[in-house]
């Protein structure tokens, strides 16, 4: 004796409903995305050379010392834009420098760094709301250097 007995009809609707709700999930992760961009300088020097610049706060500092070998970063300058879904857009960080970001399938972006309106360095990175990664081109190990934080801002 079978405790549950499903008919042919009872069935179809029963995959149909399990397909359809498997199918919305997908569908409800693919949104766009709402980042920051910062364009940061890092150096040796305790004074930026610019008044503009702004230090970064001593928690990111903290964290980007472990990974490069400077004592100070400034943000140069700080753009929030959205990236549609499965769609690209291009933030403008200086008047050489722009970075193109890719929304890709999963929590994954393809971020293109673009110096000179030429393609100069790409790379795929993992990103999920609330937080951040620092994407650099190969010249980061100099005296100064550039690199990008682009954080996934959460939509509260």
């Not at 499965?86 to 994954?108: A, D, H, V, W, Y």
């Not at 609330?130 to 682009?150: C, Q």
Request: with cysteine; glycine share 8%; proline share 4%.
């Amino acid at each position: 004796m079978s405790l549950l007995r499903f008919s042919g009809r009872g069935i179809r609707p029963l995959l149909f409903s399990i397909c359809f709700l498997a199918l919305g999930g997908v569908v409800a992760q693919a949104k766009e995305l709402k980042l920051e961009v910062k364009l940061i300088w890092g150096t040796n020097d305790e004074k930026s050379p610019k008044k503009e610049h702004a230090p970064v706060d001593e928690a990111t500092a903290a964290k980007l010392r472990k990974v490069f070998p400077w004592k100070y970063y400034f943000v140069e300058k700080k753009v929030t834009g959205v990236v549609p879904s499965r769609g690209s857009n291009q933030f403008k960080m200086s008047g050489k420098c722009s970075i193109e970001i890719t929304e890709l399938e999963g929590p994954r972006v393809e971020v293109k760094l673009i110096g000179k309106g030429e393609p100069v360095h790409k790379a795929i990175k993992e990103i999920r709301k609330g937080e951040w990664f620092v994407y650099t081109g190969d010249d980061a190990k100099r005296e100064h250097g550039w690199l990008v934080i682009i954080t996934a801002l959460d939509e509260k």
